[in-house]
């Protein structure tokens, strides 16, 4: 079991997030932090990957543009956009730590209703680079739910997490 640190994207935690995607070939598909993001540090402080997350008005779309049709779900509090994790970390827990601590700090800035479009699930075989986000199985395992199918084997899923208390 490893045990990793999550830090919020922000001035000081830039380059850490810049030396993954160098380290990544500088390109990590549409999945770049551009506004908020959980960080996944390992024991040395190096980033290992993230949860990019925002309100709807920092994040417009859900990822790559897909969504659904307008009108179709309540506008939620928060979207999760895409989780990456970089080359050589994957299959470790790393996406897992990265959605626990985008809702830790969904929780830490007043909760709400969450949303999120899940790749194609973990009976759907598929290469590991192209998955920008997380399966709809590792959501679920994080008590969100299916609400709306979005292509053949995605899904947008929905949660609504309690405001932490600090």
Known sequence: M??????????????????????????????????????????????????????????????HGRGYPEGALPTPD???SCVFVGRGFRKLGVARAAVEGALDLIAAEGGGVVEAISDPTDDHEVQPRSL???????????????????????????????PRDD
């Open 78 to 80: 928060w979207r999760i």
């Open 2 to 63: 490893f045990t990793w640190t999550i830090v919020p994207l922000g001035p000081e935690t830039r380059p850490l997030h810049d030396e993954l995607v160098a380290a990544n070939g500088g390109h990590v598909g549409q999945c770049c932090p551009d506004a908020r993001a959980a960080l996944v540090l390992d024991a040395d402080g190096s980033c290992l990957g993230w949860a990019k997350y925002g309100t709807p008005e920092e994040v417009p779309t859900l990822r």
């Open 132 to 162: 920008p986000c997380a399966t709809v199985e590792l959501f679920e395992r994080h008590g969100f739910s299916r609400v709306l199918r979005v292509g053949a084997h995605s899904w947008v899923v929905v949660r609504t997490v309690e």
